[in-house]
């Protein structure tokens, strides 16, 4: 259905001072901060994990060596999904406006949401990772059993959930540090990027930067900041739902990732018939994880 000249009655007429409602600005590029971004030129892509070598076991003088299989344990795939909108300009709605092109303003319209529209994917795979993200090993992207090869289970997710405050902050990277690989090898992770709702913004600054312990009357140091254990610091990111959930970003390869398919185009044309000119705008891509070690969180205490 065509914008017409019925949606727009005070646009028709003079004396109309100010069009408002689309100047907003936008908070933009915020899945950067959670995702590697990678090309694509295929329908989907698959990202195998492959396990090494267990420990060594001691030769007893004369016996054989023992020997050992490296395989593969599962596959994470990232299937793309097309977004698009569209919409259409009455020939007379274009002729009779008084104030504006209106092309010009509703394909910024047009460019506003699906810029949104993006954000909002890349953050339901995090606002999701307790129940529905579920990865190459089968299991939610935070869990405190992700199978592997070799055992015991990996664990991303505080045992006991608890909201963001020292304590709990420490924990999380006492974790990652202790994170194996699929045969129980130890790895050298640590915690990158803090990632918050706007709601935690206050608490991280006050855990992340102050000198001296928060919320005691102690002169300790803030160990996490003296320390530099999380370097990159934290980011907000305002499409999170769950306004006590919290995420650390970790230094494990092949962790989250985005996959883009088609960059955004945007095309029109005019309608010989009726005179309508329609505008669409058109992006592929995917948003997901392949190692669940790329990631920590908790989803609060409530």
Wanted: hydrophobic share 40%; glycine share 8%.
């Amino acid at each position: 259905m065509a914008i017409s000249r019925a949606q727009l009655v005070k646009e028709l007429e003079p004396g109309l001072n100010a069009l408002f409602g689309m100047e907003y600005k936008n908070y933009e590029g915020e899945h950067t901060q959670i995702y590697d971004t990678e090309s694509s030129d295929r329908a989907f892509e698959e990202e195998v994990m492959l396990s090494g070598f267990g420990e060594a076991p001691v030769k007893t003088e004369g016996a054989g060596v023992q020997y050992d299989d490296a395989q593969e344990v599962f596959t994470a795939r990232y299937t793309h999904q097309t977004v698009a909108l569209a919409f259409a300009l009455t020939e007379e709605a274009i002729e009779d406006n008084l104030y504006d092109k209106l092309s010009a303003r509703y394909t910024k319209a047009l460019a506003r949401s699906m810029a949104q529209t993006k954000q909002i994917k890349a953050a339901s795979v995090l606002n999701n990772g307790f129940t529905t993200s579920i990865g190459g090993d089968g299991v939610a992207l935070f869990s405190t059993s992700h199978p592997t090869l070799g055992g015991p289970n990996l664990s991303n997710t505080l045992t006991t959930a608890s909201d963001l405050n020292e304590t709990s902050l420490e924990q999380a990277l006492i974790d990652i540090a202790a994170f194996t690989d699929e045969r129980g090898l130890k790895i050298a992770v640590r915690g990158l990027k803090l990632i918050i709702p706007k709601e935690l913004q206050f608490t991280a600054e006050r855990l992340m930067k102050s000198q001296d312990r928060v919320g005691t009357a102690d002169n300790d140091i803030n160990a996490i900041r003296n320390m530099g254990m999380i370097p990159q610091g934290y980011v907000v990111n305002h499409f999170l739902t769950d306004t006590d959930a919290w995420f650390i970003k970790t230094d494990a390869p092949n962790g989250m990732k985005m996959f883009q398919r088609v960059q955004l185009k945007t095309a029109f044309e005019g309608d010989f018939d009726t005179g309508n000119v329609r505008y669409k705008a058109r992006e592929r891509y995917s948003f997901g994880f392949s190692d669940p070690r790329g990631m920590f969180g908790s989803p609060g205490a409530a």
